[in-house]
């Protein structure tokens, strides 16, 4: 059984950074895609950036040269830099794992991060 636990959110000013984990336990298979999502209050989950387990990356617009996506994939954990955060990143945060060769997926239950203006 996998389990995806996150960490590290919380509140910040605007301006200012603030680092999430996501570390996955169980067999999560050695291809894989690690996805943050965000979903703010009265809107739809968003994709916030992904990582393959070979390493390349993606990000949405939105946060294009703020935030920066890692991995380690001997920890099994994903890490997102957030930096020069906005007001409007405020939302809970979920780790996403899609296992390459299963098809399997997996939530995190989110963290939430306030970004104060």
């Known amino acids: 059984q996998v389990q995806l636990v996150e960490s590290g959110g919380g509140l910040v000013q605007a301006g200012g950074p603030l680092s999430l984990s996501c570390k996955a336990s169980?067999?999560?298979?050695?291809?894989?895609?690690m996805v943050w999502y965000r979903q703010a209050p009265g809107k739809q989950r968003e994709l916030v950036a992904t990582?393959?387990?070979?390493?390349?990356?993606n990000y949405a617009d939105s946060v294009k040269g703020r935030f920066t996506i890692s991995r380690d994939n001997a920890e099994n954990t994903v890490y997102l830099q957030m930096n020069s955060l906005k007001p409007e990143d405020t939302a809970v945060y979920y780790c996403?794992?899609?296992?390459?060769?299963?098809?399997?997926?997996?939530w995190g239950q989110g963290t939430q991060v306030t970004v104060s203006s």
């Open positions: 996403y794992l899609r296992a390459i060769i299963s098809g399997y997926t997996y």
């Open positions: 169980g067999s999560i298979g050695i291809f894989n895609v």
């Open positions: 990582i393959a387990s070979g390493g390349s990356t």
